[in-house]
């Protein structure tokens, strides 16, 4: 089984692979132009989003950075709020009083992995022969225990790094650059995902690289999510 470092490090190196054929860019996938409901207005489930900040130091390791990631976290979260209330856009969050039960934690798992898919086969170069450029990609059906408990017919999931350079990471870049080598002085990157909690599939995707915002701004995360859910669909 892959541990969580090594897959997170996975993503990041697929994200990072894409910044250097993308720069302030967007590209998505809408299945659907609007929500469906099995019984009234559709019902959108945020789940709690992957958000986590990085120093990039200068000698290229990347350390977790607490303060900045619950910041942006909590911008994030705020941000993504707004959003659907000026989109009329019916939400629910899980309670901040529980834990996430087995299933949920399972499928934000599995969101990573089939997001990185995504990234690597449906808009990178390595394109699947199955697929013959269809966008077809699931979860699986088991996202209906889910609709059951909190009763709703979407799940929202999302997944951004920000890497931020040290100065002595800036320092060793300008040198670099003096001879003539360049170096990496932090990125960001995410991608975001609208899931049909009853089938499983994923009915939106986008994925957006440098320039969206800083995260740890409350003006910088509007602009984040004003790019990374430009045309979610609505009821």
């Not at 290229?60 to 910041?71: L, N």
């Not at 915002?213 to 009821?235: N, Q, S």
């Amino acid at each position: 089984m892959i541990s969580t470092i090594t897959r997170n490090n996975f993503i990041t190196g697929v994200l990072s692979l894409l910044l250097l054929s993308a720069c302030a860019t967007t590209s998505s996938v809408k299945q659907i132009d609007r929500l469906h409901a099995v019984e009234e207005d559709p019902v959108i489930l945020i789940l709690t989003p992957d958000v986590k900040y990085y120093l990039l130091t200068a000698g290229g390791v990347s350390k977790p950075h607490a303060e900045w990631t619950e910041a942006a976290k909590r911008n994030f979260s705020t941000a993504l709020q707004e959003y659907t209330k000026e989109h009329n856009i019916k939400i629910i969050t899980p309670s901040t009083d529980s834990r996430p039960d087995d299933t949920e934690v399972m499928y934000q798992k599995l969101y990573s992995a089939v997001g990185t898919s995504i990234l690597i086969h449906h808009f990178g170069a390595m394109k699947l022969p199955t697929k013959q450029g269809s966008f077809d990609w699931s979860l699986g059906q088991g996202t209906q225990a889910i609709a059951d408990k909190y009763g709703a017919d979407y799940a929202l999931f999302s997944y951004y790094r920000d890497y931020q350079a040290s100065e002595g990471r800036v320092a060793f870049a300008v040198l670099a650059a003096v001879a003539g080598v360049g170096i990496s002085t932090g990125y960001e990157a995410g991608f975001a995902s609208l899931v049909d909690l009853r089938t499983g599939d994923i009915v939106w995707f986008n994925q957006v690289t440098v320039g969206a915002g800083e995260l740890r701004h409350e003006d910088g995360a509007r602009a984040t999510i004003d790019v990374l859910f430009k045309d979610l669909p609505e009821g």
